[in-house]
């Protein structure tokens, strides 16, 4: 499934403005772009839509600035990235749009109103899916204001291409087993134990440690210390040693961007040639409410 052959945008609606384009800027960073002059809360037209096709290929992170959306919008505009799926963890999802999780610190009458601490390791969203997830969207609702909060964005091709090549040999025949176990009770601490029927319904899958992205072509990095439990077909010694040298790789900041939220931020990445880690903030003096939706990739290779 690719990005061009899942989501047709929908007809342009005639006050989308016609004939004006979002506006792309890089970030400076290794990865990311900001797309502006684009209000996100009516449909792009077919034009506007393919500008941001290419810019979310080209830079793999897109931020979109000062939107209004509201939740019937997020899912519209995720379908331009694809198909959305509704996140496996049913307690944070929105009633009205199961499509949205909410992450959130706040509670109301002492009910969580999201998913308090999620994705705090590095990480490709649903890596541990035999069809981990496409595109993500984030969309800051209420943004912490003082102390972080911010989300890092690791670019995996750079780290794929700065690998020696003798290692490049080495790591391409490999593949790597991703857990669902394992990172549901890492990620989900507060949430209800996983049953041992939904364990059962969700074993390991392998995946390759370099996958090539299916509209690119480019290879990159596809191991996360958030699922990864071993690399097949070599010894435990020499699993868990490259594993040791990848999970550190990944993160070096020669190819991470760090995106400090605004409210109104919309963030959509592609987690095909991506890792990304939340960091914390003071949860004791800031709300943070995000809306997340995610669409459907293809299977690795
Ligand atoms: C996610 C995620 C990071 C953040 O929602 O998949 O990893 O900073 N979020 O909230
Ligand atoms: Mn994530």
Known sequence: MTLSATSEPAPA?????????????????????????????????????????????????????????????????????????????????????????????????????????????????????????????????????????????????????????????????????????ASYERNYIRARKLSAQEKADNPDVTHPVVRTHPETGRKSLFVDPDSVTRILGVSDEESAELLTFLFAHIEDARFVYRHAWQQGDLAVWDNRCLMHCATSYDDSSEIRLMFRTQTQGDRPF
């Open 13 to 181: 609606a005639a006050h989308a403005g016609a004939g004006k384009l979002p506006r792309v800027t890089p970030i400076d960073a290794p990865l990311g772009c900001v797309v502006d002059q684009i209000d996100l809360s009516q449909m792009p037209s077919a034009e506007a839509a393919g500008v941001i096709r290419e810019a979310f290929l080209e830079h793999r992170l897109i931020v979109f600035p000062q939107q209004k959306l509201h939740e019937a919008a997020l899912v519209q505009v995720s379908h331009l990235f694809g198909e959305p799926v509704v996140h496996h963890v049913g307690e944070y999802l929105d009633a009205d749009f199961p499509q949205i999780m909410r992450l959130s610190n706040n509670t109301v009458d002492g009910k969580p109103l999201g998913a308090p601490n999620n994705g705090i390791y590095w990480h490709s969203d649903q890596i541990f899916r035999e069809q981990p997830m496409l595109a993500t969207l984030l969309y800051g609702v209420e943004t912490p204001a003082r102390t972080g909060g911010d989300t890092l964005f690791s670019d995996m091709y750079a780290a794929f291409e700065a690998l020696s090549e003798e290692m490049q040999a080495r790591l391409l025949p490999l593949k790597a087993v991703h857990s669902f176990v």
